[in-house]
């Protein structure tokens, strides 16, 4: 990633976050599964990008932040991550945009660092646990 797309990553995620409810809302509304669920995944992406955007240029911060993130939540698959992906890129298009191709590359990338660690360590291709999808499964909170 490019100063240009770390900042424009920070300033889109800035103004996201000026109506931090509305933020959750527009990112739930994107997500399937019951409402609880939606709005626990929901809290999860915030918080996500909430700690890795900041260390988007200090790569050596962005590995553990990312895994510690990964750790308090149950194995994906690949579908999973690309529904919160869209979720993620419309709510901000909602709140922010439109957004320009600019800034949705540069989100494309973030996300992109994120997935290749999510792929190594906590991803669950093969769908091996189906019940991950329920409440009992959700997020936890990021201590």
Partial sequence: MSPDDISQVNRTWGLALTDLDA???AVAD???GSV???AQRA???VRAVTCLSPVLDHPTAFVPTAINLISVRFPVTAEELA????ALLGALDERCGPLTPETVQAW???I???GEIVCSIGMDPFDAFPDAVEPSHAPQAVP
């Fill in 83 to 86: 529904v919160e992906r869209d």
């Fill in 112 to 114: 992109e660092l994120f």
């Fill in 36 to 38: 609880t669920f939606r």
């Fill in 30 to 32: 994107r997500l399937p």
């Fill in 108 to 110: 494309n990338l973030a």
């Fill in 23 to 25: 933020l959750l809302e």
């Fill in 43 to 45: 809290q999860w992406i």
